[in-house]
């Protein structure tokens, strides 16, 4: 019996992943799901059972002692280099590697125009760096917000699990790396994006796509800072195709 640790901060894709498990093709297979303390009450939910709370810097020796495989559903923690040394680790990420690897990588994909999709690699010691197990490259529409496209980027993640995850358990896939290293985003880079300068120049097609990647209800994410009162302004977009030019 295969002993994996799913460790995700990701309720669809926890959700996803327990529905894909419960079939027989898994019956055989141990599976434990953790998640980061802010994540506890929507995981137990997502995940149908209390699911607790794991601090992966503090208590990776006893993962590695107890699990055969540790599977990463977007685990905002990261994962030490003496895991990922000591037990096969494999991380679901929704971006194709290795084009904007890192942080909300859909986001940067409609402002810098590189390949966006869902991607599953073994983890190494970068950051979603290590060797390709499978991929699908999701198409960027005209009218596509962050929101819109993300949705598309988590049923491709899904479908990849659905494809890949009998071997990945049974450690019979091929993996590659991949072929150039790519460029990473943090944090930091996106929420440098979210501040608007309104004094900025730029076209039209870099406004909409800049506005459109920062639009993702419910969150708020471009502002400007109102020159008069100083108030913070919070801007979305709203794009709607004519669907009677179809
Ligand atoms: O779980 P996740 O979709 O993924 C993120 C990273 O993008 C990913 O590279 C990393 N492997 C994973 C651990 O964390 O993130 P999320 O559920 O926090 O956000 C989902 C989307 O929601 C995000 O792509 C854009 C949008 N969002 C999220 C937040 C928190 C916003 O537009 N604004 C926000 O403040």
Redesign the pocket.
Known sequence: MAKILIVS??PQLATAFVTLTSTDTYRDDYFEFRCSSNSETVMSKAVGKATNPVIIKLEHIEICQNFDLVI?L???QLFPVKMVQNVRCI?V???LNPFNR??????FSIINGLPLGATIHEIDELL?HGNIIAQEQVELLAWDT??TV?HRVLDAEIRLLQQHLRSIIDNTYVSQPASQEGNVNLKKDYNALCEIDLSENLTFSDAIDRLRA?T?AP?Q?AFFIDPKTGKKVFVSMTLTVDSSSD
């Open positions: 901060d990701n990463s977007h685990c905002k991380n990420h929704p971006g890192g942080w909300f990588p859909q986001v979603d962050s929101k993300y920062l993702h969150y994410n």
